[in-house]
Nanobody, 118 residues
Framework: QVQLVESGGGLVQPGGSLRLSCVTS????????MSWYRQVPGRERELVAG???????NYHDSVQGRFTISSGNVKNTVYLQMNNLKPEDTAVYYC????????????WGQGTQVIVSS
């Protein structure tokens, strides 16, 4: 069974940094794309950053220039480097991925909490 496992969340002061990791357990072909979403209570989950198999990246406007998404050397691993964090970045961050054969059936991780507060 394929699972996405996130780690790296926590409490950080405004202006600080965190690095989120998402690794894949189970056997599966290379994902077509992997992404990070975030969600706060009462709001819809939103796309933060994504990276395709070819290395193309995209970012939510609010994190452009502060967050960097990258693929790991291990297949189906993705990172999110978050710098200059702001209180409004507080959310549960979820890893998302889909295969070339099933783009409408994504996998989701369980989420990791990020709290930005002084």
């Amino acid at each position: 069974q394929v699972q996405l496992v996130e780690s790296g969340g926590g409490l950080v002061q405004p202006g600080g940094s965190l690095r989120l990791s998402c690794v894949t357990s189970g056997s599966i072909d290379s994902f077509a794309a992997m992404s990070w979403y975030r969600q706060v209570p009462g709001r819809e989950r939103e796309l933060v950053a994504g990276i395709t198999f070819a290395g193309t990246t995209n970012y939510h406007d609010s994190v452009q220039g502060r967050f960097t998404i990258s693929s790991g050397n291990v297949k189906n691993t993705v990172y999110l480097q978050m710098n200059n964090l702001k209180p409004e970045d507080t959310a549960v961050y979820y890893c998302n991925a889909f295969t070339f054969n099933a783009p409408l059936s994504p996998y989701w991780g369980q989420g990791t909490q990020v709290i930005v507060s002084s």
